[in-house]
């Protein structure tokens, strides 16, 4: 069962591969830069409502891997949503991504940001010494699949498959487009980088599934960004 129809939702009804006892929670608040206490609240009570009636069923979630580092309220509403689930639901697994990459996916996302400003020819804005990681949604419907069943009230930490400064993933994305980037650095407060793990059954997925690491930024913009 996914409910959702979005980048996430969506790929999972196309893989045609989820068990029949989980649900796919992908109907969330998407963007980061979210500070709406009814958005919020829609999507708590969604959680709570799927929970009562399927109690039953394995209960996957997909909060951010900032969630509990950086402390906007998108971030802090990530925090509750997980504690949330940990003490309602009977089977869990929450999954701490990075940002997940797709066609149709967020317009607010760094990798549409990126690449419209570099498109438009418009400085883009960028903070010194801050890092990012893209993840495919294609590996992250495969990655999900192989964890469902090996693991059970867990959060699994996606921390990255590749992470770079964000100056690089321009760059990467210029050259790409072959087009310059007009980029500014400045100085931020909060850059929110992380220093986390991928969970052992990460590791196991990405080498299972024959998840190609090398160039894995790069190879996202060349199969997203045209």
């Known amino acids: 069962m996914v409910v959702g129809n979005g980048l996430i939702g969506s ?60 402390g906007n309220d998108y971030y802090n509403h990530k925090v509750d949503m997980e504690e949330l689930i940990k003490s309602k639901s009977n089977n869990y697994i929450i999954f701490k991504v990075p940002q997940i990459i797709g066609f149709n996916g967020n317009d607010n996302n760094l990798l549409k940001y990126l690449s419209n400003g570099i498109k438009n020819n418009t400085e883009l804005i960028l903070f010194k010494g801050i890092d990012r990681a893209l ?6 419907v495969n990655i999900v699949n192989y964890c469902n069943g090996n693991v059970m009230c867990d959060t699994v930490y996606l921390s990255h498959i590749e992470k770079l400064n964000i100056v690089d993933i321009a760059l990467q994305i210029s050259n790409n487009l072959d087009i310059d980037a007009l980029i500014t650095l400045t100085e931020g407060e909060d850059i929110s980088n992380w220093d986390i793990a991928n969970s052992d059954i990460i590791v196991d997925a990405i080498s299972h599934l024959n998840i190609a690491t090398h160039n894995y930024t790069n190879n996202i913009i060349k199969k997203y960004i045209k």
């Open 11 to 70: 790929s999972f009804k196309k893989s045609k591969k989820l068990n029949s006892e989980t649900i796919i929670f992908a109907s969330g608040v998407s963007s980061s830069a979210a500070n709406s206490d009814k958005d919020f609240k829609r999507e708590k009570d969604l959680i709570l409502d799927t929970l009562s009636k399927h109690s039953n069923l394995t209960f996957i979630y997909f909060s951010s891997i900032l969630a509990g580092v950086s």
């Open 135 to 140: 993840v495919d949604v294609d590996d992250i």
